[in-house]
């Protein structure tokens, strides 16, 4: 359970790179068509520029639709992990309670035990009586 939340974790830094690299490609296309754009020697470079900074735009759209996207997953996704181990940890506490009494009531039962016994072996050799504390 552990593994997977690291793996959302590196899987949102992945994405912000690959957010951040496209929004890069993106601002360099557009600073590179602004220097480019009044010279008429250069409108094919231009207009190739154009459709890199169109390409850079839809890249840039899925790059952050696909972060949105990831980002809203993990909200689930460690709500989920926090709900499973309350779970687990409140499974674990009542495992650890019931296993607890049931060895204490072994160990009432076999100092109840001794007792008798105890009380018997000297009630024997002493003349005292045995009194009941059980």
Do not use: P
Request: charged share 35%; glycine share 2%; with cysteine.
């Amino acid at each position: 359970m552990l593994s997977a939340v690291g793996d959302l974790c590196q899987n949102r830094a992945k994405s912000i790179v690959s957010l951040q690299t496209s929004r890069s490609i993106h601002a360099d296309r557009q600073a590179d068509y602004e220097r480019v754009k009044g010279d008429q020697r250069k409108a094919a470079k231009a207009a190739e520029l154009m459709r890199e900074i169109h390409e850079a735009e839809l890249q840039e759209a899925d790059s952050k639709r696909h972060y949105d996207d990831l980002v809203d997953s993990m909200a689930s996704e460690l709500n989920r992990f926090n709900e499973s181990r309350e779970h687990d940890y409140k499974t674990m506490m009542l495992s650890f309670a019931e296993s607890s009494r049931e060895y204490h009531a072994q160990i009432a039962q076999k100092w109840d035990e001794c007792y008798r016994q105890l009380a018997d072996e000297f009630a024997s050799t002493s003349g005292l009586e045995a009194r009941s504390v059980i």
